[in-house]
């Protein structure tokens, strides 16, 4: 039973990076990306909320990283809110340079259920999801990855 219950588990992780690695994103400006928008970067969607102090420690190494590393994008999807004006303050507040998109039942289709915030899907710059991190995501740990991936 366990293992049959294990072997379905690992069916359904296996198949969320292809619908992931196909994604279609509206920001706050209305503005879509895709991951081909973004060939040859890595590419992070970070899963947050505003309550989520896990989320709001990792905000200054994500702006951090957007802003002062070239081949790094960084898009913040901001889930359990209540209106696209709080998130729109809120980013304006925390000074966040990354678009920010209002995950709804169409960006959550596109990448699994969240049951965990922060959530942070990492793209090589080849457009493959190469890791899912749940929890606290620090610039260090991102670098880190991207140093052992290119070498």
């Known amino acids: 039973m366990l293992r049959r219950a294990f072997i379905l588990l690992m069916l359904c992780l ?8 196909s994604f279609s994103l509206k ?18 969607v970070n899963f947050w909320a505003t309550w989520c102090p896990p989320c709001l420690e990792e905000i200054p190494d994500l702006i951090m990283l957007n802003d002062k590393r070239k081949d790094v994008v960084v898009i913040g999807v901001a889930m359990d809110y209540k209106d696209k004006k709080e ?12 678009p920010i998109v209002l ?3 169409s960006v ?6 969240m049951d965990v915030l ?18 606290l995501l620090t610039r260090k740990l991102v670098e880190k990855l991207i140093s052992e991936k290119t070498r």
């Open 27 to 44: 920001d706050l400006n209305s503005k879509t990306h895709t991951l081909a928008d973004y060939k040859g970067k890595w590419v992070l």
């Open 14 to 21: 296996l198949a969320l990076p292809a619908a992931a690695e």
């Open 118 to 135: 922060p959530t942070t899907f990492i793209f090589n710059p080849q457009g493959k999801l190469i890791k899912l991190h749940r929890g």
């Open 103 to 105: 995950g709804d039942d």
């Open 87 to 98: 998130i729109a303050k809120f980013a304006d507040d925390n000074l966040m340079s990354y």
């Open 108 to 113: 959550t289709n596109q990448f699994g259920t």
